[in-house]
Each structure stands twice: as structure tokens, then as C-alpha cells.
């Protein structure tokens, strides 16, 4: 069974069933471990990529249901907002283990992409989704607002 | 794993030079009992370029100006790659950027933790407190001999040069450390080397930037990312019951799924191997297995806490005695009594558990978070029937741990090598989902602690009986000889035995309860349940006393200044006394483990309802010398919210002899939304560096307690937290 997705822009043909999530199609297949495995229910946001722009749990994703849409991983990332999240993660020391902080990031960039000025119930509504069992939460909220102003 | 004494670690070193074949030249330094065995008759160092065993050193300087410090302790968030640079960075006079990390490999005749004896491993706060002296030495020894060599180069004697940033100089000339390399290795080895005054620390105090690097941008490695040529996947059915065996099994439907290779039983249940993850665990879903349960777990939670309530009624084993308690409790007119109940905990960390192992004629090779070397290396040895030599740890970064990959039955580590040793020369990823993680046991054990005290006619303390109920963590393992002690586990009363509030009537006795519950330390270990408990009622008694709880705790801590020190900051920073809104409150704690010192002021605000948010915590931290305060800071936060979620969400729980929970929806722990501000503040100190990657853990829960008992009256004895509304 092949299915062909675009990951970061590049085609990939792929042996694998229908109803594999993308997770392991992007982990064991196309070669990008980036993206983690946390949970497997749509729980913990680690296997966070974006579809379109948008953020999805790969995990929890068929492959079947993404073939023609557009793929982007922690790896593709190249928007401005990647950038400024990226930066500030460095900036503010953000990571612990870094486990999640791939998803986190994924879900950051996602949140500037549509509100430049997030407040702490936006920041707290769109990365509600995202654990950190090492509890960096309290930088992840000061550096997604230290990355929108360096945007502004 | 804190109550191994703390020994003064050996100045008494020697130190080898080398030259170098191949890859560069390189400095080694190496410490007491090193070197002989690992230098070929002529000093030559193929050894050391080989790959194999033995690079060697903790610091090597690389003819491309590198410093590479070897670092023999776990990357799993706690900041150790940071820590353990900044103190090589600091006696070599290096520059932050051309210091970098590598992972040491296993063997513990070089790489042995100093507080765990002959032993390789990360645990106990350990890293930092265990290293500094050791890497002070190997980065000065390092920088003498690249002033010597310099010196020689020059033609000018040493004390004219100096070092600074990575450059070696004196006047006009000067040199990078790459550029001396080749010849610091002809140097001799220094007999004995001056360290740094404190006072001209440079990069100790500073908070330079983490040096694990890949972790904003997916490119950090860890053992679930490993993808070797020809590896298979691994996903395995174990028991639902602790104690369970596999009686039979069927696996003709797992066989038919696509991409399963085979189908193994191993010693704790069924393992299906295939090409990939997916395929694994559909296969492993697919098989149809009967279980033996005759000597498995029956009972629930219920049931196992109505054994331990019974027995908290029997004498148990004395682990402390001062004066006279009954006596003292009799003659007592009010006795406050307290129980507490504590459920098992599993630690969740982010990358459930896995690990790669390839079994060969040659020996084994293993790709793991790995936190702890030997141990794992023994039980690898024992089950292959091979010398430990032959057993290669490649140390991964961990997606966190907290006390889980430092197994002393390397459970899951013998789990892949069992799988792996059925296809000799296939590396083959183990890989446990999150159920299997939240349900694969070694918990934090289960407790029960019953506490009667009572107060003077002054309202101080006169006398505190404290039972415990738990399983004992290191009953039946190697620690086993020198962490149980007459019958109690060091871990089970550590911050209880060890209270530091002066009681002149005080009792502490253990109960060992057992089950086949399999049970581990977990983030700041008997602190979890010790310090909830002894926060809980020292505020209950000061409160007793009509007393002010800080004012009440400074007052019976008089031998204990560095408590007192964090708790007035703690205080002080919060506004201690200050007015604060409707429904709004404040809770302290204070605790010492792993010898630092953590004071703790949460705010909550409490809800008609009986909800509640926890919004603002002060923390004070008393770790002796501040080494990188920002990698300190991010550990006080990380270690709040660790114990938060014991506190707010978290408990496994039996039904019928099985855990109930399974995953993130049911094993809850905190989110974004739950977490509050935090103010970290450090006390100067210039004490030894104590660790920080778990005392700020258990301090966290009675702080909270003891605010929501200042807003609502109810003393809250069980986690995690419910009010009644
Ligand atoms: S792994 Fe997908 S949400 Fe947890
Ligand atoms: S940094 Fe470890 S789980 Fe988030």
C-alpha cells in the first residue's frame, strides 16, 4: 500500500497502511524523528505538526486523511513566527529534557501565525493542549509573548 | 537515594598525557585509579581514538580549539551538560562557545559517581555535588599544562602568562588552546594544581546558556529517535496483573499482520517485533494471551490502604527515639492526631520508556537514556553470560526520568536485550506506548503515615509520634546492604527521621508492607510523602499554638540556619503578613534534601464551590555555591510543577489487582493552565554545590495545603487535593 504526502514541501512515497497515524509514517518512514510520540490519543501535543498551517496531532491522524495536504515539521519550519518562537525558546532557556518542546514549538508558531498579541488565556487556550511533565510552562508563556513582540 | 554520607573527595590525583593518533591531538586528564589500565604499554592512545571503550578524560582539547568535557551523568532536563561545563569552563579559562558536551561512556573505574562508590550513575542530586571538586581539578590540570606549554614555546616563565577566554597570552603573543594542544600533551603531568579563589569566578555565579543543544529545532537525539540499518521495532503485552505470567498464547493473528517479523515471549509477558512501530503494536494487539494470575495482585487501593491503617496499629521498627514520647503524649491534655494517605505515583515522563540493544558475537551494544551504567551493565552481563567490559552504553539524552531509567531490575532495559538476543546482530527498539508506561509499575510506593503530637503549655512542641507505612524501595537490590539500615529503608524516612524542628519527645517507627506492586524513587523520593507530612503538622501545631507559622518554624529551627535562611527569604519575597484579596490565601513549607534547602510561599484562591488555582509561588533555594542560577531557577520551576501534579491531579490506583489509569486522560498531571507564577531567589552562599533537580518537588504540596487550610479551615491529608465545597 503506498501513500504519497508532502513533508516540508518534499513528496514522499510511502509503503505503508491506510490507517497508520502520520506520526509513524513521518517517524519510522520519511526519517524525521522531530516529531515525538507522547501518548498516541491526542493527549500530550508532543506529536504536534501542521497541516495546512494548522496545528494537528499526528498521532492520531491517518496518513489517509492527509494524502494532498501540506506537511510541516518541527524540521520545515521556516515561517518569520518559527523563527521568533525558535529564537526566544533559545533566549529565555525555555528547555528542560526537550521532549516536548517540539510539539510545543509547533503549537506556539501556530498560535502567532493567528494572533500576534496573545494574552495569558490565549497562550493558556492554545497550548493547553501541549504537557510538559518537565514544567517549563512558565517560560513557554513568557517566551511566546517575548517572541510576538520581537514580531510587533 | 541522599543518605550515602558525603565524602571528601580525593585531591590526591595523577594525570596522563598523550599524544594523539589520527582524529587530532588531545589532552587528557585523568583521576585517581584511570589511567594504568587504559594506556597501552607505549602511552600510545589507539585506545582512545577507537571508539570503543575509552576516550578517556573528562576534558580534551582538540587541535580545532575544542574543549570537549566528558560528562558522566544523565542529560534528562535537570541541566547537568550546563552545570558540569561551567565548572570545567571556569578553572580552564575557556570560552563558553568552544566548550562542548559529550556524553562519557560506560565504566565505572573512571566514570563512577563518588557518592555511590564503585558505581556509574545519576540520581540523588547528585551530579553536580559529586563533580565539582573532581572537574575543577581536570579543567585546572588542563590549564596548566597549556600555560606550560606555552611557556616552553615562549621562552618565558609561566606566571607571565595568562588565560582568558580561550586565549593563552602574555604580551603580544598568544595562542588558542587548539593551537597548544599538541604541545600541552608533551607537558608533565602536575603532582598537585592550584584552583580558582572563588572570588574570581568568571562563569560560576553567571548563567550561561544550556549547552544541550537540538532541542528547539528537532534535532536532539533521543533513544526513541535511534534508527539503525536493519533495526527492528519491538512492543510488548505484559501482565494486566503485577505477579501475572503468560500461561499461553496465540499469536497466529499477530504473525498475519504486515510487517511483523516475529513473536518472542520474554520474561514479563508476549513481544511482537516488526519493521516499524505501528506494525508492532498492531501486532501486539492482535495477540490472544491467557494469563496465569495465581500469584498475581488482587486487591484495590481500598483494601491495600485498610492494611496499612492496620498495620500503623502494631509496634513497628524504631528509626529515630528522642525522650520519651508515650509518656509525654499521656500527660498531654490535647493530642492532635493526623492521617495521611499517599497513592502510588508513576513518573510519566515525556519519552515513555524504550530502549535500543544489539546482541552480537562480539557482546552488547545499548542506546539508552541511561541513568544508571553499571547497574544496567551487571544486569546485562548476568543475562547474556558476558563480562561487563562487553556491555557498550551509548548515553542518550532522556525525555525526562525522574527517577524511572535508574532501575536497579533494569527492567526495561533487559526487556529489549531479552528481545534482541533472539536475532544476534539486529539492533532491535524497544519501545513501550504510554499505557504501558503508565501501567508498568515501579511507582513511587504507596504510604500511609499516622501522626499524634502535642503541644506544651507555651505552645511549643513536646512530643510527635510518626508511624509509616510503605513498601521499601530498596528491599531486594544491590542497595539493599547499605540502604536499609536495622530494618528501615533510608528512602522512607528521609526528611522524617531527619526532621529538623526541635521536638524533645519524637518517635518515628516503620512499617514495611509488601506487595507485588513493583515500586522506585520518583523526583525527591521519601521527601515526597515526609515533607507533605511534617509541613502539614508543624503549621497544624503552630496554628494550634495561635502562632504565626513562619515566626512558629523560625523559632524551633535555631540549629538549623540554612532552613531559616530560605524560609525568611521565601517569606520576605512573598509578603509574608501582607493583606491579601477575598479568597486569596498563603501556605508555606520549608524542606531540606539531597542537602539543599527549598522554602516554598504559595497563593491560592479558592472558589464557593470548592475550586481552587494555585497562583503564585515564592521559592527560596539554598544550594551552596549558585553554579549557572538560571539552570537553578528553571529546576525550582520545573521541580513546583513536578509536584504539583501529585497534588492537583495525579494517582494509579488498583481495581481487582490492575491499575486503573492508562494514559494522559485518566493519569492526569498539570497543563499550562494549571500553573502558577513563580519567583525563584537564591541565598549567597559558599558552601559546596548541592543539587537542585529535586528539592524543589517536595515542597510545593504543603505549601498548598497549608494555604488552603489558612482560606478554608480544612486540613487537606491526602493527595491528591479535594476540598469540600
Ligand atoms: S503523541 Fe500525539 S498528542 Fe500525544
Ligand atoms: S521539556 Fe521535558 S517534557 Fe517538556
Redesign the interface.
Known sequence: MAVTLTINGNEHTLD??DD??LL?AI???A???????????A??G?CTVHLDGNPIRSCSTPVSAVAGGNIT???G?NSKAAAAV?AA??KL??????????GQ?MSATALLAGNSDPDDAD??AA???????????????AAIKEAARSLA | MNDFTIRKVSRRRFLVSMGSAGAGLTLGVYLPGAAAQDQSADGATSLLEDGAFAPNAFVRVGVDNTVKVMIKHLE????TYTGLCTVVAEEMDASWEQVVPAPAPADASRYNNLLWGPSQGTGGSTAMANSFEQLRNAGAAARHMLVAAAAERWGIAPDKITVSAGKVSAGALSATFGELAEAAAEQPVPEEVALKDPADFVFIGQSF??K?S?????????T??I?LPGML?AVVAHPPRFGGRVASFDDVAARAV?GVEDVVQVANGVAVVAR???SAKTGRDALEITWDDSAALSGSTESMMAEYREMAETDGIDARNDGDVDAALSSADTVLELDFEFPFLAH?????LNCVVRVDADGCEVWNGEQMHTGDQMALAALLGIDVPRVKINML????S?GRRANPAADYVLEAAMIAKTRPGTPVKL?W??EDDTRGGYYRPMHFHRVRAALDADGQPLAWQQSIVGQSIVAGTPFEPFMVKDGVDVTMVEGAVNQPYAVPNFNLQVHNARSPVPVLWWRSVGSTHTAFVCESVIDELALAAGADPVEYRMGLLADHPRHQGVLALAAEKAGWGTPLPEGRARGVAVHESFNSYVAQVAEVTVGADGSFSVDRVVCAVDCGIAVNP?VIR?QM??????G?SPALLSEITFADGQVVQS???DYQ?????H?P??EVHIVPSAEPPTGVGEPGTPVIAPAVANALRAATGQRLTRMPFRLAS
Open positions: 505503508v497502511a497508520m497515524p509513524w517517524r519510522d518512514h526519517g524525521l524523528t522531530g516529531t515525538k510520540f507522547g501518548c498516541g490519543l493527549l500530550c508532543a515539521t518541527i524540521e519550519l525558535q525558546w533559545q532557556d525555555v528547555v528542560q529534557c526537550g521532549y516536548c518542546q517540539s514549538i497562550i493558556d497550548m493547553n493542549g501541549n504537557i510538559c511533565r518537565c514544567s517549563t510552562y512558565v517560560r513557554i508563556r | 534528562m532536563g535537570q541541566g546558556p544550556r544541550d537540538g532541542k528547539t529545532d528537532g534535532t536532539a537525539i533521543f526513541q529517535d534508527n521495532t504486515n516499524d512501530f505501528w510519566a515522563a515525556m519519552e515513555p539524552y532522556a525525555g525526562g525522574f519501545v506506548t504510554r538560571d528553571a520551576e520545573g521541580g513546583i510543577g513536578f504539583l494514559n494522559f486522560h498531571v498539570i497543563r499550562i493552565e500553573m507564577e513563580v
